[in-house]
């Protein structure tokens, strides 16, 4: 019997047989507001294979943990996660209490150690990709780089080299999403240590689920009309859970199908979108 070593709000981790090693499974929950939201069928393993490819295509730029995967599960190199989320941001966005336009519309100018300027409008480009890090926890709280190594989440070197490292990942899942007709609007990479002290990226990469994608083609039109981007994630939820109670207060409403239908094809609409990309780049590289 394989035993559970950890079920979080989406992922479920298995001790292993080699003691070096874990099972991690992608469940079909959705979590939100820092709690669990619905179920979509079959997200697991969409979820599983995103993550798959992109672990795979970023090893240039950092190691990670994966080593295999079937379905909706992955075995991995077993690492100590370091308790932080670095969340890259390349737009203003957002309803959940740590999201930026959150804070940005309530007043704050100084987030996360950075200093925004005045009149910037929900849903826009900022100059530069930013990193606004939280401590992972039942409750995500943002927190500024020098608080992270003030408390001791990890030193000053460590986390200069993730906060690089993370910006490396970001170009190059922007560059996957723009070829694919998306906006990687934000995206959040959790990092570990494994026992040979090696920084790796872990938990997943890139997904729908721990990234915010926009269409590409029809953005500048909805933002300068005021609209609200078409979305590849589960905002849409997100947006008609807090239309319909405090999501942070109350019990979540039963989650209209067409709703759960909408966000679980997007998800495979995006891997079928940069598999069919994989395959032509194959196929005109073997003739």
Request: charged fraction near 30%.
């Amino acid at each position: 019997m394989i035993t559970k070593i950890y079920s979080g709000k989406v992922r479920n981790i298995y001790k292993h047989e080699d003691i070096n090693k874990l099972y991690i499974e992608t469940t079909d929950r959705l979590s939100s507001f820092d709690k669990h939201i619905c179920n979509l069928e079959g997200k697991g393993k969409l979820l599983n294979l995103i993550s798959v490819y992109m672990f795979k295509k970023t090893r240039y730029i950092i190691p990670n943990h994966y080593i295999s995967h079937n379905e909706n599960t992955m075995v991995v190199k077993k690492c100590t996660p370091f308790k932080i989320e670095f969340v890259v941001r390349a737009y203003i966005t957002g309803n959940t209490k740590t999201s930026l336009w959150t804070h940005y519309n309530n007043g704050v100018r100084n987030y996360c150690g950075i200093d925004f300027p005045e009149n910037l409008k929900k849903n826009q480009k900022l100059d530069f990709p930013v990193i606004t890090p939280t401590t992972k926890d039942f409750e995500d709280v943002p927190i500024s780089k020098n608080e992270i190594v003030e408390k001791n989440y990890m030193t000053m070197k460590d986390c200069d080299f993730i906060y690089n490292k993370a910006l490396e990942l970001f170009k190059y899942g922007e560059f996957i999403a723009r070829n694919a007709g998306f906006i990687l609007v934000d995206t959040k990479y959790e990092f570990g240590k494994d026992s040979d002290g090696n920084i790796l990226l872990i938990d997943e990469l890139h997904t729908c689920d721990s990234s915010r994608y926009w269409i590409k083609n029809t953005y500048n039109n909805k933002f300068a009309n005021n609209l609200e981007p078409d979305k590849l994630d589960k905002d849409c939820i997100r947006d008609w859970v807090k239309n319909n109670c405090d999501p942070y207060n109350d019990k979540i409403p039963e989650i209209p199908e067409e709703l759960k239908n909408k966000t679980l094809e997007s998800y495979r609409y995006f891997y079928e979108k940069i598999y069919s990309m994989e395959q032509y780049k194959y196929f005109y590289e073997s003739i």
